[in-house]
């Protein structure tokens, strides 16, 4: 996928904001086009290629690895607008979360979030539209963290009951994790996602206003930066994500066309939202396959072969082949430390 087209898209200067008091204005904004000034309009929209980019500094900048979870932690303090309104203002539990799945992405452009419930438990799913690079656990687990500490602050909610998900195998730091995700946290998961009991969803809000509620929800759809091209293609990684989960799949992934079904589109939909974004399905089914190949060698105790199979290579020797052009060393290789380093 052509990942300037979501680079180019615009979000508020929220985190900008925020990482600059805590690290020297110039080193954070190199690369960025930014200046200091900018930084001190709340309403200031830059692309989302500036922001990543001054996160990689951030992160670069930090002088421990997991100083972001502590930062993350102050963020629900700090924002504002309609859609922190919304969330102290929903009715309940559940229709909080809707609030926080719907609207917040115009804050994170590069992310989608999807809710679905599942047995006793509601997932709230967060899925990056693009390669987030060593970037990543900030980007993802921020906003989990941000998310949680409004369920805490609202409804008084036990954190120990929650799970946290996430899509990469344990961070160095991870043995802190404890201190800011209060629940269950597993690495090595299909999907980076907050879950909740169920029963929660139906817990009321004390504080709620009917005109307040109404009032933030009227705001946040006028301000919604969510593009229906962007809707679809998180719904497309999600519903691949879902099949690649199913033991009983008779194939890696869907095709185009089951995949429109699902979606209540025609395939000549599918494509045309694609294009927009300058990917086809071609190049997000390989973007997903990719992923899903790093994540299954990192299990040494899953044999190349039990890979190859898995994601839906027949001939292992195909998927050696696949394998290489993705990365350029081979799936043995990459296991043993060169296409790592």
Request: proline share 6%; hydrophobic share 45%; aromatic share 10%.
């Amino acid at each position: 996928m052509d990942r300037t087209v979501i680079e180019q898209m615009l979000m508020p200067v929220t985190y900008g904001r925020h990482l600059a008091r805590r690290f020297p204005v110039g080193p954070l904004l190199a690369g960025t086009g930014l200046n200091p000034q900018e930084l001190e309009h709340r309403d200031r929209r830059i692309t989302v290629g500036q922001a990543l980019q001054y996160v990689k500094n951030a992160l670069a900048l930090g002088e421990e690895p997991d100083w972001y979870l502590a930062w993350a932690s102050s963020l629900s303090d700090h924002f504002h607008g309609p859609i922190s309104l919304a969330l102290m203002s929903a009715p309940t539990l559940g229709d909080a979360l809707y609030a926080f799945i719907r609207f917040f992405p115009g804050r994170v452009p590069y992310l989608h979030l999807h809710g679905q419930r599942e047995g006793e438990w509601f997932r709230a799913e967060l899925q990056p539209l693009i390669d987030l690079g060593e970037s990543t656990p900030l980007l993802v687990e921020t906003p989990l963290i941000i998310l949680q500490q409004y369920l805490d602050t609202v409804y008084g909610v036990d954190l120990r009951q929650t799970r946290v998900m996430l899509a990469y195998p344990p961070t160095p730091y991870a043995g802190c994790y404890a201190r800011y995700f209060h629940g269950e946290v597993q690495f090595g998961a299909l999907r980076h996602a907050l879950e909740v009991p169920v029963a929660w969803l139906a817990r009321r809000n004390l504080e709620f206003q009917a005109s307040s509620w109404a009032h933030a929800l009227a705001q946040c759809e006028a301000t919604l930066a969510s593009s229906v091209e962007r809707s679809t293609l998180g719904d497309l990684q999600r519903l691949l994500s879902i099949a690649f989960a199913k033991p009983e799949r008779e194939r890696a992934l869907p095709t185009l066309a089951e995949v429109a079904r699902e979606l209540h589109l025609a395939p000549r939909t599918l494509i045309r939202r694609l294009r927009h974004l300058g990917t086809t399905y071609q190049a997000v089914t390989d973007d997903f396959l990719r992923a899903r190949a790093l994540e299954l060698l990192a299990n040494d105790g899953v044999k190349i072969k039990a890979v190859a199979a898995a994601l839906g290579f027949t001939n292992p020797a195909n998927f050696g082949k696949a394998f290489k052009r993705w990365f350029g060393v081979s799936p043995g290789k990459y296991r043993a430390g060169d296409g790592r380093r």
